[in-house]
């Protein structure tokens, strides 16, 4: 058996992100103690509607949440228990409402930092109502193989470590959340383990007191001992050992206080839980309540440490008696255990998983990204620029500083081109229509193709079949009128042998300037020649250039398109910065711009 | 449970309605003679003026001084600001007009278990201290209000008749109002004096606790609170409550000075379980800390910065319980960062350090704290099969 939580509890848990974590803990262990999880619902008004997921072995369950305890109530009627944990400026309201609520019989407040006023209004208003409010700044209830409500037991490993899939005989009730744990920990290594462990949290006026607690554990037939772990201040302490020893009772007492330190720091310094201040008299204080417990009759190990040996020789006893039987322990194969994330059976070596995607240029996994292995930092620190990564990115090497310069050089030449091209004025319109930047961005990058920026791949890719098969221009001429159609790279919407591109002009000259070989961009030029000498605007355009050079330089076919479009991107992040600066409003043609060729007015035939 | 200073405890009994003494708490000289010059009570009668500070014994160090005139209220002033008392510097001042009175009262209000009670005597100053068989008390439910008659009564009870009667009941009742509209936690008023001529209840002296954590629903609430120990928190211990207001969870420490044990403990439990087991064990605390709550790993480097910063130190028990839910990785990384830094800065020589914990990632993270063993640190790494305190045990039977 046990007390508060058991296998009946129902729990709608009243919180956010730190009550769905809650909710983890406790399907954790309803999975360990096989049975259903007993999270019914959650409340959270910001996210009403909506569900959470609560891992559950090796699934996902969907647990709804509310607006409200009674929307939770009246859609789940087996709800009987509300775990809170939410801010402490709304805890009080939170907690009131669930315990108006017809059908919560328990509600456990986690949240801490309730202020005393809210907490006393809380623990009055379930007195009245004939409930029970455990908190605030409680770590929780747990129950032996029966149910957890709150975070109390810590990891899965805990859990089984300290038995808690199944009932030993000790009941256990603590001020503090760690300690809880840790008596658990003792009960189950020195003796048979628990029935329940209560936290009812280290505030100065907690919802339910030690003696409210004793008296369940006393019907609780399976309890045979209570341990309590005190501290100074308050007179709750006192109350429980006054219990105690008012009558016989048929439980085993056994507890410890601490504070005994008080008596030697300086007066006024207080530690630990707020609810540990010692009375202006001295009343409260640890060795108070430790000698309250002794003469009514408890076990008072002397130290924290003396516990275990302690709860050990209470359990031998019973052993000895017959009045307790040993549980037979688990096997280590027997034991629950967690379903392995996939993480962890691969660290394990237990399976083997198919990669879904592969990549050979970068990394970071690490404290900062590795470029083709090498840190960025690194390369920042030792001169390297942009173009080396576009390098690492694009063609994993470390180009050379001549190579960084030319691929500088354009990126700064291809940047922008004005309002008017299409990748601009895409861009434009999109930024008046009010759209955001990465779209309005990316309806520029959208016209990048055959006709607007996005022929260098094809130049690139053409020139040097030619130079690698070792072509005349002649031949190549025919061969892309055979093949391809016009030239990439060749030939200019405005500009002309007479009005020449200046942009080609100066990346032609620094590249020649250079002791590099072009092969490809002297094959580009030799086209030229040629094409340019059959009618004038047959130049070698700016896409052509780039690619003829990028090619001499070794970078792969595949990626010359890559150059214009993100030194483009430069400009159209540009244009878009400008639009939106001015504040500019929608856009349209103006209907002068338009040739309308659409048939004139006519009427619509009936529909047959 | 948060102490507040005169100044603005006073604020507060004001703000309710209750009579007190004219006031200004000053930084500086010029600043004085400016509000003295604004405040013509300053220049009627006799002035008090006090160091403006959370010390013990302001009496007894000369930091009090009553009967003054403007112009001795001035050179105390001047004494007092600047004036070094330990580790505390005095950096204000309160200058507070005396109340002619003849008789003394005391009235009080704190915070219980099933309420709120209502207390008073009437007598107030020393006597009451000596005769507190004559306070008397009227118990509040949680959630009343105690209605004039019944305060009344509770005068009458004390032995106030008349028209006294009815002004006392008036007087606890504003106390009442203040203690509980402010989240106070105890309101403490000795002495309350009848002011000679009008005979209006003036309350002369107060103690102000608050809540803390109440803080949310008061904003004006805009004065810092004081240490309740009779000294005013150190630097470190002001770094600390700092880092502790930023984050979830908490980190905590208090110094105490002349100790050779280091604390270093998670968990508000645990933490006083390990200080008793030192003095148990005849060590001498050098300070209280914990962590807990899972605090950001930053926050407990912080806090470990402050502990390995102690002088005199030569052992630091990083211990705890098994955890629920603070991850042990985590904060054992602060703590270790904490420790490195203190190492690189020369300190920890001769320290032994100590490390008893469990939960959750418990082995990752006591395997990093016995790493430190190959980088020099005289470290003790124990896990959850050793008793809570039995590393105070080793660590005091070192000596």
Not at chain 1, 414 to 436: E, K, Q
Not at chain 2, 337 to 359: D, H, M, N, Q
Request: proline share 4%.
């Amino acid at each position: 058996m046990s007390i508060l939580a058991n296998k009946d509890t129902r729990v709608v848990i009243q919180g956010g992100a730190a009550g769905l974590n809650a909710a983890r803990r406790m399907a954790e262990f309803c999975y360990m103690i096989k049975r259903p999880l007993n999270v019914e619902a959650f409340v959270y008004p910001p996210d009403a509607g909506k569900t959470n997921e609560v891992p559950y072995g090796s699934g996902l369950l969907t647990i709804p949440v509310y607006k409200s305890v009674a929307e939770a109530t009246a859609s789940h009627p087996q709800i009987n228990t509300s775990l809170v944990y939410i801010g402490a400026d709304r805890a009080c309201a939170a907690g009131l409402e669930a315990l108006n609520d017809a059908k919560i019989q328990v509600a456990s407040m986690i949240t801490e930092g309730v202020p005393e006023k809210d907490a006393k209004i809380l623990a009055r208003h379930a007195i009245k109502l004939g409930k029970t409010f455990n908190g605030p700044s409680s770590i929780g209830v747990i129950s032996a193989g029966a149910c957890r409500l709150g975070v109390i037991g810590g990891a899965f490993d805990n859990l089984v470590a300290c038995k808690l899939y199944r009932e030993g005989s000790f009941g256990v009730i603590t001020k503090s959340g760690g300690l809880s744990n840790e008596i658990i920990w003792i009960c189950s290594q020195f003796a048979d383990g628990i029935t329940t462990a209560i936290g009812i949290g280290g505030d100065a006026y907690p919802g339910t007191d030690y003696v409210s607690y004793l008296e369940m554990f006393e019907k609780d037939p399976q309890t045979k001992a209570v341990v309590i772990v005190g501290e100074m201040g308050g007179d709750l302490e006192e109350r429980a050992a006054e219990w105690y020893g008012a009558k016989k009772r048929r439980i085993k007492l056994l507890a410890v206080v601490s504070g005994f330190c008080q008596e030697s720091l300086p007066k006024g310094m207080k530690f630990g839980h707020a609810g540990a201040k010692e009375g202006m008299k001295g009343e409260g204080s640890a060795r108070a309540k430790s000698d309250a417990f002794k003469k009514a009759g408890a076990i008072v190990p002397d130290t924290f440490g003396a516990l275990g040996p302690a709860i050990k020789s209470v359990y031998e006893e019973w052993v000895k008696s017959g009045q307790v039987r040993p549980i037979p322990e688990l096997s280590q194969a027997d034991l629950p255990r967690l379903p392995k994330t996939v993480e962890e059976s691969m660290k394990a070596g237990e399976v083997m998983v198919a990669p879904l995607i592969k990549t050979t240029i970068s990394d970071d996994r690490g404290d900062e990204p590795c470029y083709d292995g090498y840190p960025a930092s690194e390369l920042i620190n030792k001169g390297y620029e942009i173009p080396h990564v576009i390098g690492l990115l694009w063609d994993k090497r470390l180009i050379s500083k001549q190579e960084a310069e030319i691929i500088k050089r354009i990126m700064m030449l291809s940047a922008d081109h004005g309002p008017c091209v299409s990748g601009a004025l895409g861009t434009i319109i999109a930024a008046c229509a009010g759209i955001g930047m990465s779209q309005s961005v990316a309806a520029g990058l959208i016209m990048i193709g055959p006709r607007f920026g996005g022929a260098v791949t094809d130049a690139g890719r053409y020139f040097k079949h030619a130079v690698d098969n070792k072509m005349t221009v002649d031949d190549f001429l025919a061969y892309m009128k055979k093949n391809v159609g016009p030239v990439p790279g060749i030939g200019h919407r405005v500009k002309s042998v007479r009005n020449p591109d200046k942009r080609v002009k100066e990346l032609v000259g620094y590249v020649k300037s250079l002791s590099i070989k072009t092969p490809h961009l002297d094959f580009a030029l030799g086209v030229e020649k040629v094409t340019s000498a059959k009618k004038d605007n047959l130049i070698l355009n700016v896409d052509g250039t780039m690619a003829a050079v990028l090619v001499d330089i070794g970078f792969p076919v595949d990626s010359l398109n890559g150059f214009f479009i993100l030194s483009r991107t430069i400009g159209l992040i540009g244009h878009w910065v400008d639009q939106k600066r001015q504040e500019s409003r929608l856009i349209r043609l103006f209907d002068y711009l338009v040739n309308y060729a659409a048939p004139k007015r006519r009427e619509v035939p009936p529909l047959k | 449970m948060a102490k507040v200073l005169e100044g603005p405890g006073m604020g507060l009994m004001k703000k309710w309605g209750i009579a007190t003494p004219n006031y200004v708490v000053v930084t500086s000289v010029e600043q004085f003679d400016q509000l003295a010059k604004a405040n013509d009570w300053t220049q009627k009668g006799k002035l008090v003026a006090k160091a403006h500070e959370a010390m013990g014994s302001r009496f007894k160090l000369g930091l009090v001084k009553v009967g003054l005139d403007l112009a001795g209220a001035k050179v105390a002033v001047k004494e007092m600001l600047g004036r070094q008392v330990g580790s505390i510097t005095v950096t204000q001042v309160i200058v507070s007009e005396m109340v002619p009175h003849k008789d003394e009262y005391y009235a009080a209000v704190k915070s219980t278990r099933e309420g709120i009670d209502v207390l008073v005597a009437n007598c107030g100053g020393i006597e009451v201290e000596s005769n507190w068989d004559r306070v008397k008390r009227l118990a509040v439910d949680v959630g009343e209000t105690p209605s004039v008659e019944a305060l009344e009564k509770l005068a009458k009870e004390a032995g106030f008749t008349g028209p006294l009667a009815k002004k006392v009941a008036d007087f606890t009742g504003k106390l009442f109002a203040c203690f509980d509209n402010e989240d106070a936690q105890y309101l403490e008023v000795n002495p309350v004096v009848a002011r000679e001529g009008d005979g209006e209840l003036v309350a002369l002296d107060a103690v102000t606790l608050l809540d803390a954590d109440a803080k949310f629903r008061h904003p004006d609430w805009n004065f810092q609170f004081a240490a309740e120990f009779g000294r005013a928190y150190t630097k470190h211990e002001t770094e600390v409550m700092a880092v502790d207001s930023k984050i979830k969870g908490s980190v905590k420490f208090i110094e105490i000075p002349g100790g050779d044990t280091a604390m270093l403990p998670a968990g508000g439990g645990a933490s006083v379980y390990y200080s008793d087991a030192v003095v148990a064990r005849g060590g001498k605390l050098a300070n209280y800390a914990e962590y807990s709550g899972d605090p950001p790993d930053w926050a407990v480097e912080v806090l470990t910065d402050k502990v390995c910063s102690l002088p005199g130190i030569r052992n630091i028990i990083v211990g705890g319980a098994i955890a629920n839910f603070t991850d042990v990785k985590k904060t054992f990384g602060g703590i270790i960062a904490g420790f490195r830094k203190a190492k690189s800065e020369g300190k920890l020589k001769g320290v032994k350090i100590w490390v008893r914990r469990g939960g959750p990632r418990e082995k990752e993270g006591l395997d990093a704290m016995r790493a430190l063993r190959d980088e020099g640190f005289d470290i003790h790494v124990f896990d959850r099969h050793t008793p809570l305190t039995d590393i105070v045990d080793k660590a005091l039977q070192q000596k």
